[in-house]
């Protein structure tokens, strides 16, 4: 089984070729050819998704259900091209594309339980006080309603569980709100599969075909105008620091401002504490190792910093660090772009005031091996950058003076998606202090763990303070994140006849 794209845009169900196309850049196989986005066709999708809102964003919750679990039982029906093709653009193993398509129609069937429930709807009912003095009350009901055409751009190192029908998607279908995919020009192969997958659960719900649209490849322009095409109200992304904020910043620009959830960027770090380091200081090495260079350290969640305090235990746990890391071998960084932008934090790293190298090797075109190195507290909060993400496999271990300077790191730190602790029971009184410091800056506070790997679930958060994300109020990850693409609408003295049918 190959597979052969055809490389066009999905607008509204149908399948349209661009006036330009660009090449694919695989990590390996055979380069192919997709059709480049324009604003042209940018502004066909968000008024096809528009007339599509008028009929799926008042369907019901059962409707919009089948329609997700049936874009599941579509996508796994194309799991052996899915995976044949994101291999080979991706560079990612088998293994890993399998893993992520059952998270991908995994977060679908979740979220087509979640709506069945109800409880996201936050119904709410202030019964008519018509004799309360000195005014009389009305009758009051709220209930929560999907916010029309969302925009989601595609994730370069999720190409199908932060994609095309993505966690952005799927929560964004599941609140009734119709969808205009930006595709990304890593994977579009992938993309284009996927979107197939979608179209025909479309056919076969006889849902509107406007309610998704995928526009491939494209430069600026199309993401410019995705964002500021008045007919959308609100955008999903999940990439760089620098680009989500231009798009941020593009958002609250227009006319009408709307919400951009973006999902920038963390160095998710590590507080050691100090018993937990005298007793498993080796052993944590070793499984931050893991952790730090799973996936060629391409996760928003890898943790690139480790906070120790100084002293023999320090020594040991930075020579374990090394040991664990030296023997893994060079893997294939997503893009051309990723692994030139993994070089320039290296040497930014590398060439900063008081940082030492304990762990070099080579980033050579997309294969890269770990790095390691080790600066103090002082030469940390010193130097801002040393707190700015490198996305890749570089780990910096931070060694603090005491237990006051740990506590400045920590304060100290940029808004982030985790912050995790290791510490045993002597260490309690640390992890105390420490707690209301690592809650206010991270979505997610990890005890004797490591953030690599976020479960889809009721009670993740996937977000944080900025520039973790540009709404610390919101998550990307797990069924809160519906949340993102409904607003509450008050009822007042409103005739039932006349309700939505959720308050009915």
């Not at 979740?110 to 309360?132: C, E, T």
Request: net charge negative; aromatic share 6%.
């Amino acid at each position: 089984m190959t597979f052969k794209p055809h490389g066009k845009h999905l607008i509204a169900g149908n399948w349209v070729e661009g006036d330009a196309t660009f090449s694919s850049e695989p990590a390996h196989g055979e380069p192919h050819a997709f059709s480049i986005g324009t604003p042209a066709l940018v502004g066909e999708a968000c008024e096809a998704a528009e007339k599509a809102f008028w009929a799926y964003g008042y369907s019901t919750r059962a409707e919009r259900a089948a329609f997700l679990n049936t874009i599941a039982d579509e996508i796994e029906a194309r799991g052996a091209l899915i995976t044949e093709i994101g291999t080979q653009e991706s560079g990612l193993p088998e293994a890993r594309l399998e893993g992520e398509r059952g998270r991908t129609t995994g977060q679908l069937r979740l979220f087509a339980d979640h709506i069945l429930k109800g409880d996201y709807l936050d119904r709410r009912h202030d019964v008519a006080l018509p004799d309360r003095q000195p005014l009389p009350r009305p009758d009051l009901k709220m209930v929560q309603r999907p916010i029309g055409p969302v925009a989601v751009f595609g994730a370069s190192n999720f190409p199908l569980a932060f994609s095309t029908a993505g966690g952005d998607t799927a929560a964004a279908l599941a609140a009734g709100c119709p969808v205009v995919v930006k595709g990304h020009s890593a994977h579009p192969g992938t993309g284009e599969i996927v979107a197939e997958a979608i179209n025909a659960a479309i056919k076969k719900c006889g849902v509107h075909p406007g309610v998704f649209s995928l526009i491939q490849g494209g430069k600026r322009d199309v993401g410019q105008a995705l964002v500021q095409h008045p007919l959308i109200n609100a955008v999903g992304f999940t990439g760089s620091l620098g680009g989500g904020r231009a798009l941020f910043d593009l958002c609250a620009q227009r006319e009408t401002p709307i919400p951009f959830f973006g999902e920038l960027g963390s160095v998710n770090p590590m507080f050691i504490l100090p018993e937990a380091l005298s007793e498993r200081g080796a052993d944590i090495a070793a499984d931050w190792a893991g952790s730090l260079t799973l996936g060629a350290g391409q996760f928003c969640t890898n943790p690139g910093i480790s906070v120790v305090i100084d002293g023999p235990q320090a020594d040991a746990f930075i020579d374990a660090a090394a040991k664990a890391l030296e023997p893994i071998g060079a893997q294939t960084m997503l893009t051309d772009g990723i692994a030139s932008a993994f070089r320039a934090g290296r040497d930014r790293v590398a060439g900063s005031k008081g940082v030492q190298e304990v762990l070099t090797s080579v980033c050579d075109l997309r294969n890269a091996t770990p790095y390691l190195f080790a600066t103090t507290g002082k030469e940390w909060l010193a130097n801002e950058a040393l707190g700015e993400e490198v996305f890749g496999p570089l780990g910096l271990i931070v060694r603090v003076a005491d237990e006051d300077e740990l506590m400045q790191v920590a304060q100290n730190l940029q808004g982030q998606l985790t912050c995790t602790l290791h510490l045993d029971e002597g260490d309690t009184g640390l992890g105390r202090k420490l707690m209301p410091v690592l809650e206010r800056k991270a979505g997610r506070v990890l005890a004797n763990g490591y953030p690599t790997g976020v479960e889809v679930c009721d009670a993740m958060v996937h977000g944080g303070p900025y520039p973790a994300s540009t709404n610390f109020g919101h998550t990307s990850v797990g069924t809160l994140s519906i949340r993102r693409f409904l607003r509450p609408v008050s009822y007042q003295n409103m005739p039932d006849a006349l309700l939505p049918d959720d308050l009915k």
